[in-house]
């Protein structure tokens, strides 16, 4: 019991000293700690503008994703037993979810349904309808549309495939671009920060060194040592995470009070300010908190072999 | 207890420093470690504080071979060790006390513990009423007062000093010598590289000599042996 205690009060007392000599350095290297916090800064603002442009776009494609479909128009000359082949053919493709048949008449009425007043001139059409009966097909995965309905095109009796008109396509190919491009360029900024985070540090080491050499003759182990170093490597990167969080989510409210009614009715929606930002702000200060910690493991590494 | 066997150290720049050198130090010894300029003396003392790693050989210090010692264990080794230089090596942002009780912090000693043996050893140094002054305040002596204090605020079983009064006035070096003489009575071992000709020929003990990396001399109660 006795010991327990007396352990408890040890680990509060050496965390409350590593903090404290943490905040001494971050405090005196005055122009490096401003330069790291900056790049940090800098970097997760970027991180942060990507993050929010990705999860919301990538959000759109999602909501298009499920409404993605290919229509198989039959030829007229397919008599019922034809129908029937073409959709059992269409069925055992390993890429088709599901398939429904939709009828002239019902196609017919969905045209109609959909231009509102004007469509009513269509109605002249239903003596004799000029449409045809139409397999609404759905893959498993969006990405598969093109190559099922290519391999469909080519089946009996299908006179016509049509689906998202390359839209789609088109879509998930800029989310992909911007999103390798969105990588490379914080890849190079994250490179950036930690080189200037673990510079900063190993100004502190060398301010230092005089004091880690003694602590290391009367034994003092090396985590002991490398605390102080990790703590500041993390507050530079916390630091570093406070503006980004502030200015984005000031932009974001700004642009969703601004963007969401216009958006109102239709299906694609931003993502709403709460719970976003939150997750945005937990990300950014992760982030800025990896960049730190690794930056000063980096410099400190090196100097405390044996 | 110290025991060396056949031990060489080359350095990465081709120098042999120490060339084949066989050793024992048993507990409570006071050992002086001398030589000319560049004969090893250091290399040799720091090899026992596992500063430098031997090229060949073993280095038992306290039981354990220092030689083959994993990193992970080295701080546990020094703590029972007590290293004073020349420099003296003192934080100057530090007070004496601070100074002190520095090396019982940095391996988590209780607080309770730490002032209590910090004054202790200050009274052995003599430094007690100056416990608040910064090392830019005191003399020399005093400085080198206050680095003997921490290298034995651990109760180390051993005490390693590399020419502890090449900084100081013969009077000082003087006093600086009856503290090593008063730990090494209270039963610690001292071994110490140094020289000081009169020092070494009026309190005697034993004398081991080093010339270009060998031991050329190993007296009980021996005499400098060099012109200084
Ligand atoms: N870190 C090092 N790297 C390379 N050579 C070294 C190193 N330290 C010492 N030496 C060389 O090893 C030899 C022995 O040096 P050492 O410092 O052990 O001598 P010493 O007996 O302590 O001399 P002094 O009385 O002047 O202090 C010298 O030739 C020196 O130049
Ligand atoms: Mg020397």
Redesign the pocket.
């Known amino acids: 019991m006795m010991s327990r205690g007396v352990n408890t009060g040890m680990k509060a007392r050496t965390l409350t000293r590593h903090a404290r000599e943490s905040l001494k350095s971050i405090s005196r290297n005055g122009w490096m700690t401003f330069a790291s916090v900056s790049a940090v800064t800098v970097t997760l603002i970027l991180v942060g503008v990507f993050f929010v442009i990705m999860m919301n776009l990538n959000r759109v494609a999602q909501t298009i994703e499920g409404d993605v479909e290919i229509r198989v128009h039959i030829d007229v000359a397919a008599n019922k037993q034809d129908q029937e082949n073409l959709k059992k053919q269409i069925e055992t493709l390993s890429e088709v979810k599901s398939i429904t048949f939709s009828s002239k008449k019902q196609e017919l009425n969905n045209l109609i349904k959909s231009l509102g007043t004007e469509g009513k001139a269509f109605k002249l059409f239903e003596q004799d309808n000029p449409l045809n009966d139409v397999y609404v097909v759905k893959t498993k995965n969006p990405t598969d549309t093109m190559k099922a309905a290519s391999k469909i095109e080519k089946m009996n009796y299908v006179s016509k495939v049509m689906y998202g008109q390359g839209q789609v396509e088109k879509l998930f190919k800029f989310i992909k671009a911007s999103r390798n491009v969105g990588f490379v360029l914080i890849i190079g900024l994250l490179f950036t920060a930690v080189f200037l985070i673990s510079n900063t540090i190993k100004i502190t080491i060398i301010a230092r060194r005089r004091e880690i050499k003694i602590m290391r003759l009367v034994g003092a182990t090396n985590n002991f040592i490398r605390w102080p170093f990790l703590l500041e490597g993390l507050w530079l990167g916390i630091l570093g995470a406070i503006l980004p969080i502030i200015l984005i989510t000031i932009a974001y409210s700004n642009a969703y009070d601004y963007l969401a009614p216009k958006l109102k009715g239709n299906f694609i929606q931003i993502l709403p300010v709460d719970p976003f930002m939150y997750q945005i702000s937990g990300i950014l200060i992760l982030m800025g908190a990896v960049i730190g910690v690794f930056g000063s493991v980096m410099s400190v590494r090196k100097f405390l072999k044996f | 207890m110290i025991e060396m066997q056949e031990v060489f150290k080359k ?3 081709g ?1 042999t ?1 120490v060339n084949g050198i066989d050793v024992r130090i048993n507990q409570g010894e006071f050992v002086y470690v001398v ?10 003392i720091k090899m026992m504080y596992r500063e430098e790693v031997p090229t060949l050989g073993t280095i038992m210090v306290n039981g354990v071979n220092i030689a083959k010692i994993k990193p992970k264990k080295i701080p546990l080794f020094r703590r029972n060790l007590g290293v004073v230089f020349q420099d003296f090596k003192l934080l100057p942002t530090l007070t004496v006390y601070e100074n002190i009780a520095f090396a019982l912090e940095v391996i988590e000693a209780q607080p309770k513990f730490i002032k209590k043996r910090v004054m202790e050893v200050l009274d052995l140094v003599n430094l007690k009423h100056k416990a608040r002054m910064l090392p830019t305040e005191l003399s020399g002596g005093e400085q080198q007062r206050v680095s003997i204090a921490r290298s034995i605020v651990n109760s180390p079983k051993v005490v390693i000093a ?2 502890p009064t090449g900084n100081l006035d013969p009077e000082t070096s003087w006093e600086i010598m009856n503290i090593f003489d008063e730990i090494n009575t209270r039963g610690t071992t001292v071994v110490m ?1 140094t ?1 000081n000709k009169e020092i070494v020929n009026t309190i005697k003990h034993r004398v081991i000599a ?1 010339e270009s ?1 060998k031991i050329v001399r190993d007296e009980q109660r021996g005499e400098y042996g060099y012109e200084s």
Not at chain 2, 35 to 44: H, L, M, Q, V
């Open positions: 350095y990465p720049n120098v420093a030589g000319p300029s560049g004969a090893g003396k250091s290399t040799f590399d020419e590289a020289h080093i990396g």
